[in-house]
């Protein structure tokens, strides 16, 4: 069964760093690309940061150049080292990967953490 467990967030006051990790069993993690989202009250979850299994990064543009998105296969983890936090940061974080599925509309189906609170105060 694939789980993923969130750790690593928590209050910070702005202009602070938060480093999250995720860490995933029951899947063939070195093959497959993670990813972090995130979702604040009464807003939709976007992404904030993929890593491939190549390692080829892609990030939001709110976080391009403070945040930075590594995996380590050996431990099976993926991480966000999170720098110069803003309010706007404030959010549930989610760890995702996603499987081909035969049974969804879209071919895939994603798999979720269940999400660390990252609170950045001003």
């Known amino acids: 069964q694939l789980n993923l467990v969130e750790s690593g967030g928590g209050l910070v006051q702005s202009g602070g760093s938060l480093r999250l990790s995720c860490a995933a069993s029951g899947m063939e993690f070195s093959r497959n690309a993670m990813a972090w989202y995130r979702q604040s009250p009464g807003n939709q979850r976007n992404m904030v940061a993929v890593i491939s299994s190549g390692g080829t990064t892609t990030y939001a543009d709110s976080v391009k150049g403070r945040f930075t998105i590594s995996r380590d296969n050996a431990k099976n983890t993926v991480y966000l080292q999170m720098t110069g936090l803003k309010p706007e940061d404030t959010a549930v974080y989610y760890c995702?990967?996603?499987?081909?599925?035969?049974?969804?509309?879209?071919?895939?189906?994603?798999?979720w953490g269940q999400g660390t609170q990252v609170t950045v105060s001003s």
């Open positions: 995702n990967t996603k499987y081909p599925s035969p049974f969804t509309s879209t071919g895939v189906e994603d798999y």
